[in-house]
């Protein structure tokens, strides 16, 4: 048995994706690594296939691309990393693969920071139309205040994740943690109550 009929018999993509970290939800759906996917559109399963992107193949094809090496270092570092025998086998011994885990987890960090980002900024556009004041004696909404102030500003940082350097991601992400970790929190309880903004 060769290294790629033993990696296809013995590894799906599921088990890899979930080994190089990627967080797939009990329908078998995940965020696509291959393209800025807000919402998990890639189902994972022997096979996987992206709804958003079009991605498609085994497991074999699906580490091939996420780590950008072809099809035989691909099965082979499966092989390694989940430690299946196989005839014939020369594998070299593979540095750790903890530095590509790592980048994967950080993509996904920085996917999630952006999704995070533009439901806000959503959230800000909507207010700014559905609350504005309909009379001159009707009160502010805070929302509605808040897009005035700070909408600008937030669509800014979506700018630096999507046309920003690698540095420029990373500095945003560790400076702004506290602002990050508000707006989840905001959009979290709006979700959780599942208010209707346009009578809030």
Known sequence: MNVFQAVK????TRQAAEGYGLEVGHNGMTCCPFHSDRNPSMKVDDRFHCFGCGEDGDVIDFTAKLFGVGLKEAAQRIA?????GYDNSSVPQKPSINRKLKAVQEKQAEQQCFNTLCD????????????????????????????????????????????????ERTEFMNSR???????????????HHEVDISIA
């Open 9 to 12: 018999q013995a590894v799906t």
């Open 80 to 84: 390694s990393d989940f430690g299946i």
């Open 120 to 167: 806000y900024c959503h959230l800000l556009r909507t207010a700014r139309t559905e609350l504005a004041p309909k009379s001159h004696d009707e009160p502010f909404h805070p929302l509605f205040v808040e897009s005035l102030q700070h909408l600008d500003e937030y669509e800014y940082y979506c700018d630096i994740f999507i046309s920003g350097s690698k540095e």
């Open 177 to 191: 943690k506290d602002l990050l970790n508000s707006l989840t929190q905001k959009l979290n309880t709006r979700n």
